[in-house]
Every structure is written in C-alpha cells, then in structure tokens.
C-alpha cells in the first residue's frame, strides 16, 4: 500500500526585506507561521531562528508573520535573520487551515509535507532538529532542550 504524502498550498508573499518568496521553493523548506502576540511563538523564535542558521545553507527557513507590525517586532525583539514572509491579509494561513499558532511545516523539494506540529512540544523540535540536520548533512547545533518546556499550547 502507497501512502501518498499532501502537496501543501502553493503561495507568494513578500518578506520584510522587500523580497517575494514563492513556495514550493524546490529545496526543502521549513515555514514557521506565528504572531508576535503568541507567547508560545515568541518562546519558539529561537529555535526557528537556530535552524535557520544551522540549516539554511540547505534548507529554506521561514517565518511568516501574521501581522505585519508584529513581525517587525519578532525581528527586532528576537535579532531575526530568517526572511519573515507578511502574511497580513492570512490569505495564506488560511489557505493552510491554520487554527494554531506556531504552526511548523517541514516539506521536501516538491511542497509535500514531510512534518507537521502545533503549539510547542520539546520532543517534536527535537525530532524536526534530527531531521533537518540529516537532510542537511551537517551536524545539529548544541541546544539546551533543558530551558525549555516539555510542551507549551499554542494560541488560536
């Protein structure tokens, strides 16, 4: 039996650089939607911000904000230097069935979700960190999963 696994929703959107980003990017991608409200997607800005770091050279790291004065706060509050995508209109989220934020996405060159979690859940970042450095073909970066919580709701 073949289990097919879901195209996700193609889009463009601009990042605050002023650069549009168009997804499926054909390498594979991690798209993190968050709001700068959601205390649980501040809590997790760093570790989306360490994978884009560690991973970016071979996998695209994204944020997409959902308010656009917010993600210029996420930047500036948490020194981003992952593009953050505005999705401001949520025509994305939307299209996405987002009911939670974070919502974290790991797909393959293609668009096709690989992984896919809401809320916070230490063992789940753990296991997309594993996975990404094995995609990546480098090693994972030193983390302290200690300073964080075993899990954490998101914000609807």
């Not at 753990?126 to 094995?134: D, F, G, I, N, R």
Request: hydrophobic share 40%; proline share 6%.
């Amino acid at each position: 039996m073949t289990v097919e696994t879901p195209s996700l929703p193609a889009f463009t959107l601009a990042a605050t650089d002023g650069v549009e980003r168009s997804f499926p990017t054909g390498r594979h991608a991690l798209l993190c939607f968050v709001h700068e409200e959601c205390a649980t997607c501040n809590m997790s800005m760093d570790l989306i911000e360490q994978a884009h770091r560690a991973f970016g050279e071979y996998i695209d790291v994204w944020a997409i904000g959902q308010d656009s004065p917010g993600n210029e706060t996420l930047i500036e509050r948490h020194g981003l230097t992952l593009p953050m995508l505005d999705d401001d209109a949520l025509w994305t989220s939307f299209n996405y069935d987002l009911v939670t934020v974070p919502a974290i996405y790991l797909t393959n060159s293609a668009g096709e979700q690989l992984r896919h979690f809401v809320g916070f859940g230490r063992e789940d970042w753990q296991t997309l960190y594993a996975e990404l450095a094995t995609i990546a073909g480098v090693d994972e970066p030193k983390i302290d999963w200690d300073a964080y919580p075993e899990s954490r709701p998101g914000c609807g």
